[in-house]
């Protein structure tokens, strides 16, 4: 009898849901102006400040996984539970959650990875690094190129540990966030 997902414990989820990365997709980018007009359809206008795309996927011509990330930055905490309730209600997963932040997937089932897998992230406006980090990677090429080879080289080794490659990637990501952020000022 298989668990539901929310019955695994973590090194089962892991198992489960592995760190993959593949060649950039074209794609990715039409699945995430999909999800976003359904995001748009279900959420009122007057909750959602911005919806932007971000994450590996968002980044030209990177290796990444196969699962686009999503950032919804609405205006206050009240907003929060209302967008988490709506996105709840049409089939997310809630994964995390803490007073300013709140993580949901979309595309993870009991037999693995569905088609399209997504990751939503819904944050205060204001509470966005990752829209830095992405405009830098994109605008200058050879530092997104450096960030491909470091993910490569952590595939294998945290394959079945999220939070390891994650923690692996952090230094890289916060330098050039910072960088970004001196470079562009109040951009959002």
């Known amino acids: ?7 695994m414990s973590l090194k089962e989820l892991w198992k489960l849901f592995p760190i ?6 074209k794609e990715w980018i039409n699945w995430y102006e999909e999800e976003r007009k359904l995001i748009l359809s279900a959420v009122p206008s007057k909750s959602i400040k ?5 994450g590996s996927t968002a980044i030209l011509g990177i290796a990444a996984k196969n699962i686009v990330d999503i950032l919804v930055e609405v205006n206050d905490k009240a907003d929060l539970d209302i967008v988490k309730n709506i996105f709840i ?3 997310w997963l809630c994964m995390n959650m803490t007073e ?4 949901l997937n ?3 089932t009991e037999q693995g990875f569905a088609e399209k897998v997504f990751h939503l992230h819904i944050r205060i406006v204001g509470d966005n ?3 830095y980090f992405r405009d830098y990677l994109n605008e200058h090429k050879e530092i997104g190129k450096e960030y491909e080879i470091l993910k490569l ?9 999220r939070d390891g490659y994650t923690e692996a990637k952090t230094d890289f990501i916060k330098k050039y966030t910072n960088l970004a952020k001196n470079l562009y000022g109040k951009r959002y």
Do not use: A, C, P
């Open 106 to 108: 979309k595309g993870y």
């Open 153 to 161: 080289s952590l595939w294998k080794k945290f394959e079945h540990d």
């Open 89 to 91: 209600n049409n089939g």
């Open 20 to 25: 993959f990365l593949v060649e950039h997709n």
């Open 100 to 103: 300013t932040r709140i993580t």
């Open 129 to 131: 690094d990752e829209l």
């Open 50 to 54: 911005r919806i932007s795309h971000i």
């Open 1 to 7: 009898m298989n668990k539901k997902l929310e019955e």
